[in-house]
């Protein structure tokens, strides 16, 4: 979730393709700047310059019509501009997520915490770990994504523009990763009950290997990481409001190198962890409905919920994060399918859906637990908010009794869990 699905990015990577083109054909020798007929009039917008240069293998009279064609239907730099209303709607959709995800998670942390004074628990430490992932993403991914792409230039200087794209990608790839451990842990307890169930060491070794392999496998993006002021260095307009502007892009030594390591974290990043999320749950959910029969009929509503919860989880992680991991495989394998006045407004649309799995994880991991809820009055409380209530008995929501036995299937932990 690096800082550079924006538009300098996309006009530094068609500047490039253009200057490979014309070197090639002779256009020019050395020149650092784009020909002087890819400069900007006053009625025309950074989105022009990426247009007029992405010539591929056209030689320099192509390049000549293209601008020619370009300039016949000239577009006004505000044309490109997000609408105020719509950059309003953006901030507040962010500023929510943001708002609900810190208070979501630190919430679940604290009463994890709680918790694991009286009794050490291996679904809480891991859904601990996976808030605690969330709350970086929130602190991290968001603000400063947000800023970049709505102003189109970075403003934070060299040095946080290498540590918030390592941050970005390393808080994702655990928060993604402590999701899997979850559901390896719940796929032991309720489809195997008497066989391997991960102990509390066990636990912790995993979400140690978790946070090394994201800290090691994010660290092209702080090699490869910088600030560069390409993208605007041809671009001139009336008062010169791009002077001094500069972008964090990523400078690979390799078109090559980095086409490898984008299609990598596609995988590791969303289509073995979806993939393996949906198996576990699959089963999980197999075998619920194998017991549906032996439910007692009062249970049978709480089944269902179960296996709607079930089934909301693999649904929703692939919902969230998919429109972002197609854009970023597109901008990287294809960038010029992207040439478009509000291709920003594309990619926010992605990032805010991707993003929403902050609020969403701990609606599904604690909100939704009864034992969660209970645990939360427990904290108002304290506060004096409520008047004192009533002890009362919940029970999680995957318990299911049967014929033979009852047994406690935990989905969503339950009693020494949260």
């Not at 009625?43 to 064609?69: F, K, P, R, W, Y």
């Not at 089963?283 to 194998?290: A, H, S, V």
Request: aromatic residues 10%; charged residues 15%.
């Amino acid at each position: 979730m690096a800082p550079r699905r924006v538009s300098p990015q996309m006009l530094l990577a068609l500047t490039q393709d253009l200057r490979s083109a014309t070197r090639n054909s002779g256009f020019w020798n050395s020149a650092p700047s784009l020909p002087n007929s890819l400069w900007l009039d006053p009625t025309e917008s950074v989105t022009q310059v990426a247009i007029m240069g992405n010539t591929g293998s056209h030689q320099g009279d192509l390049l000549a019509n293209q601008t020619s064609t370009t300039k016949s239907t000239p577009l006004s730099f505000e044309s490109c501009q997000l609408a105020p209303l719509v950059l309003f709607l953006l901030v507040v959709a962010y500023a929510l997520v943001v708002l609900v995800g810190l208070l979501g998670n630190l919430s679940l942390i604290i009463i994890i915490t709680r918790k694991q004074k009286e009794t050490q628990n291996v679904t809480n430490a891991l859904i601990a770990n996976l808030s605690l992932s969330d709350i970086l993403m929130c602190v991290v991914c968001i603000p400063f994504t947000m800023v970049y792409t709505l102003m189109d230039h970075w403003i934070f200087g060299d040095a946080m523009c290498k540590v918030t794209a390592y941050a970005q990608s390393v808080s994702v790839t655990v928060s993604i990763f402590s999701l899997v451990l979850i559901a390896i842990e719940r796929h032991q307890l309720i489809v195997n009950p008497r066989g391997w169930k991960p102990n509390m060491s066990q636990a912790c070794c995993g979400l140690l290997l978790a946070w090394i392999f994201s800290l090691l496998m994010s660290v092209p993006f702080f090699l490869f990481s910088q600030l560069t002021d390409e993208p605007f260095r041809n671009i001139s307009l009336p008062g010169d409001p791009f002077r001094h502007r500069a972008a964090c892009v990523e400078e690979w030594p390799s078109r090559q190198g980095r086409l490898v390591f984008t299609t990598s974290l596609l995988g590791v990043q969303y289509c073995v962890p979806w993939g393996f999320i949906s198996v576990c749950y699959l089963k999980i959910l197999l075998c619920l409905r194998k017991r549906h029969g032996k439910v007692e009929r009062v249970r049978e509503q709480e089944s269902r919920r179960v296996n709607s919860m079930l089934i909301s989880i693999v649904v929703t992680f692939g919902a969230c994060w998919l429109p972002l991991n197609i854009f970023n495989i597109i901008f990287d394998w294809n960038h010029e399918i992207l040439l478009h006045c509000h291709h920003d407004l594309v990619f926010i649309l992605c990032h805010l859906a991707a993003m929403t799995s902050t609020c969403i994880n701990p609606l599904f991991y604690g909100f939704l637990n009864k034992n969660f809820q209970k645990d939360l009055m427990d904290l108002l409380h304290l506060c004096r908010c409520f008047a004192p209530r009533d002890h009362y008995d919940s029970i999680a929501i995957s318990t299911l009794p049967t014929e033979e036995s009852k047994v406690s299937v935990k989905f969503i932990p339950s009693q020494e869990s949260i």
